[in-house]
C-alpha cells in the first residue's frame, strides 16, 4: 500500500489517461472502462503531465495508420478475420497487437458460436487457432518483435494451453514492459494459487500493484488483507471509485458479513444507478437474506437497463429460485451461458438449481464446467461434494470437500463437511480434528459443536464429550436454537454422565430437562428413580446427622461441569 500513498494523484491520473488510449487503440476495452472509472473518481487531481494524451509509443506511418482504421473500424463490428487480414503485414506495434488479437478473437468468437444452441450449454469446444496462433507470437516473441501488449496475448494463449507455469513467466514479463495494462495484471491474477506464489513473483514496484495485490487478496480468500488496501485507497482520494467500493461489498460478501456487503452495493446504485457489473453477487445477497422485495426490484431494474447482459440473467435466475421455480431459475442461468459460456457465477448457480430439482447428473456437469472456468471456485467444489454426498459415494466427496476446504481454510462450512466425509468412511480421528477446528475457526452454522461431542461419545472420550456438550447446550441457550434432537440428546448423555461419576445434583438437573422432551421422557424417569434411590441410600447410611439430607455434590468445589474447568482437544 506504500507505492500508492506515496505516489501523486495527478501522475496516476496521466498515467490512466495514457492507459486509456493505448488499450482504445488495440480494442482492449474492459482495461479502457476500468481506467475510465478510477480517472473519473480522480477528477478533483490535476494531471500531472499536461502532454499526457500524446504517446509517441504509438506513432503510425500514414500507410499503417489507413489500414490500421480500417482493421479497427472490423474489429469494433466483431468482423475479427477480416481485421486480421488487413493488418497481417502491419510493422508497428499496435497493428501487429491488433492482427495477433483479431485471430485469437475470431476463434475465441467461433468456439462460442459452437456451443450457443447446447442445452444446458456444456462447454467441449475449443479455440482452433490457438496452437498455430502461439507458433506465430512464440517466432515474434524470440525477434524481439512482442510488446507489453503482444506479450500479455502470447500469455492469455499460453494459460488457454493450459501452459501455465510459461503463461505466468510471459504476463510477468509483459507487466515489466507494460506495468499500466489492467487486463495482463488481472491474467496474471488467476494463475496465482496462494500467498506463497504471489510474494515470490517480480513485479513493477508502481502505484497499480496495490490495486493488483488486492484483488488477488480477494481471489485467494485473503478478504481482510484485501479490505485494509481498499480502505487505504479510500482515504487517500479514491471513495469516489465504484469499482473500489464494489470490491469492498465482495470482501464483506466473502466474509459473509452480509448486512455490510448489501449496504455496500445499495451505496453503489446511489452513484452508478444504471449499474450492472456485479448486480450477480448483489443478488445472491439477496437471495441470502430472503429480500424478496429488494430481488425483485433489482431483477426488473436490471432487465430494463440491458436484459441480455449476462449480470441481468443471473439476477433474474435468482428472483425464480427464491421463489421455488427452479426449472424458470435454469432457464435464466443457461440464456446467461449462452451470452457468455466461461461466466463462473451462471455455472455455479445453476449447479445448485440442479440440486434443487434432484438432477445430480446435470449439476455435477454445470459444476465441473465452473471449476474448469475457475479451479478457486470453492462453491463449485463444495456443490460436487453435497452432489456425490447425496449419491453415496463417500471417498468422492472426501475429495471434493478438501479442494473445497484447502481454498476456505478458515470456513467452519468446508470442515464440518469435511468432518462428516470422514465419519461416514470411519476415520473418526480425522472427523473429530475437522470437527474441532470447526469450531475453533468459529462455527458458521453452529453445528460444529454438536457432532464435535457426539465424535468423543462415539470414541469413548466421556471427559471431552461431556465438556462439547456442556457447551453446546450453553451456547444453543444463548441463540435461543430449536433444534429438540439434539439438545435432549445432549441433556441425556450429561445426566448419564453425572450419574455415572456420582454428581447427583447435576445428574438430576439435566435428567429433569430430559423430561420435556418425548424422545428422551422415559429414559429420564428410569434415571431419576436411579438417582433416588441412590440418595435414599446415601440418607440412611447418614442417618445420624442432624442437617437435613441435601445433593452430596452442592458444596463440591468444581463440581459442575463447565467449560471454564473442562477443555476439549483434538
Request: hydrophobic residues 40%; proline residues 2%.
Amino acid at each position: 500500500m506504500a507505492l500508492l500513498a506515496e505516489c501523486d494523484l495527478g501522475k496516476v491520473n496521466s498515467d490512466l489517461l495514457r492507459i486509456m488510449r493505448q488499450c482504445n487503440k488495440r480494442g482492449l476495452r474492459n482495461t479502457v472502462s476500468w481506467a475510465a472509472e478510477l480517472y473519473l473518481a480522480l477528477s478533483d487531481f490535476e494531471n500531472a503531465d499536461a502532454d499526457c494524451m500524446e504517446d509517441d509509443d504509438d506513432v503510425l506511418d500514414k500507410k499503417e495508420f489507413a489500414r490500421y482504421s480500417l482493421a479497427k473500424s472490423y474489429f469494433d463490428a466483431q468482423e475479427y478475420d477480416r481485421a486480421a487480414y488487413f493488418t497481417q503485414n502491419c510493422q508497428s506495434s499496435v497493428a501487429r497487437f491488433l492482427h495477433f488479437y483479431s485471430i485469437y478473437s475470431s476463434g475465441e468468437k467461433k468456439r462460442l458460436d459452437d456451443i450457443a444452441d447446447v442445452s444446458p450449454p456444456m462447454d467441449k469446444s475449443k479455440n482452433t487457432v490457438l496452437k498455430s496462433l502461439r507458433l506465430q507470437l512464440h517466432k515474434a516473441y524470440i525477434a524481439g518483435l512482442l510488446d507489453g501488449y503482444c506479450l500479455y496475448l502470447y500469455g492469455v494463449v499460453l494459460k488457454k494451453l493450459q501452459l501455465e507455469k510459461f503463461a505466468v513467466e510471459i504476463l510477468t514479463e509483459a507487466i515489466r514492459r507494460e506495468p499500466f495494462h489492467w487486463g495482463a495484471w488481472l491474467e496474471l491474477a488467476t494463475l496465482i494459487s496462494d500467498r506463497e506464489m504471489l510474494n515470490d513473483l517480480t513485479l513493477p514496484d508502481c502505484w497499480i500493484k496495490d490495486f493488483f495485490l488486492a484483488h488477488t487478496y480477494l481471489e485467494i480468500q485473503m478478504n481482510e488483507s484485501a479490505l485494509e488496501i481498499y480502505s487505504k485507497l479510500i482515504e487517500i482520494g479514491f471513495s469516489k471509485s465504484t469499482y473500489v467500493m464494489a470490491q469492498i461489498a465482495i470482501a464483506y460478501h466473502n466474509m459473509r458479513d452480509l448486512e455490510k456487503a448489501i449496504n455496500g452495493f445499495q451505496e453503489i446504485l446511489k452513484v452508478d444507478p444504471y449499474r450492472l457489473d456485479n448486480m450477480d453477487i448483489y443478488s445472491n445477497l439477496l437471495y441470502v437474506r430472503e429480500m424478496r422485495v429488494e430481488l425483485s426490484n433489482l431483477a426488473h431494474n436490471t432487465c430494463d437497463i440491458d436484459k441480455y447482459r449476462v449480470e441481468t440473467c443471473c439476477v433474474i435466475g435468482n428472483f425464480y429460485s427464491l421463489r421455488t421455480q427452479h426449472e424458470k431459475a435454469v432457464l435464466y442461468f443457461q440464456r446467461a451461458l449462452k451470452l457468455n459460456p466461461n461466466y463462473l457465477s451462471a455455472w455455479t448457480l445453476m449447479g445448485h438449481e440442479y440440486m434443487e430439482m434432484k438432477n445430480t447428473s446435470f449439476a455435477i456437469q454445470a459444476y465441473r464446467q465452473a471449476i474448469e472456468v475457475n479451479r478457486r471456485d470453492y462453491r463449485a467444489w463444495y456443490g460436487l461434494g453435497q452432489t456425490y454426498e447425496i449419491l453415496k459415494m463417500p471417498c468422492y466427496c472426501l475429495y471434493y470437500y478438501k479442494q473445497a476446504q484447502q481454498l476456505r481454510p478458515y470456513d467452519s462450512r468446508m470442515m464440518v463437511a469435511l468432518g462428516e466425509a470422514y465419519e461416514k468412511l470411519d476415520k473418526l480421528k480425522e472427523a473429530k480434528k475437522c470437527f474441532w477446528k470447526a469450531h475453533a475457526v468459529g462455527d458458521i452454522e453452529g453445528m460444529a459443536l454438536i457432532k464435535l461431542a457426539k465424535m468423543y461419545e462415539r470414541l469413548n472420550e466421556e471427559k471431552q464429550a461431556a465438556a462439547a456438550y456442556t457447551d453446546y447446550i450453553r451456547d444453543a441457550e444463548a441463540r435461543n436454537a430449536t433444534d429438540r434432537d439434539e439438545l435432549c440428546h445432549a441433556y441425556l448423555y450429561l445426566a448419564k454422565y453425572y450419574y455415572e461419576h456420582l454428581k447427583l445434583e447435576e445428574a438430576h438437573e439435566n435428567a429433569q430437562k430430559c423430561m420435556d422432551y418425548p424422545e428422551t421422557k422415559e429414559d429420564a424417569k428410569t434415571l431419576l428413580k436411579q438417582i433416588s434411590a441412590l440418595n435414599r441410600g446415601r440418607a440412611e447410611e447418614n442417618k445420624g446427622d442432624s442437617s437435613q439430607f441435601r445433593f452430596q455434590n452442592a458444596a463440591t468445589p468444581g463440581g459442575h461441569l463447565s467449560p471454564m474447568n473442562l477443555t476439549f482437544t483434538p
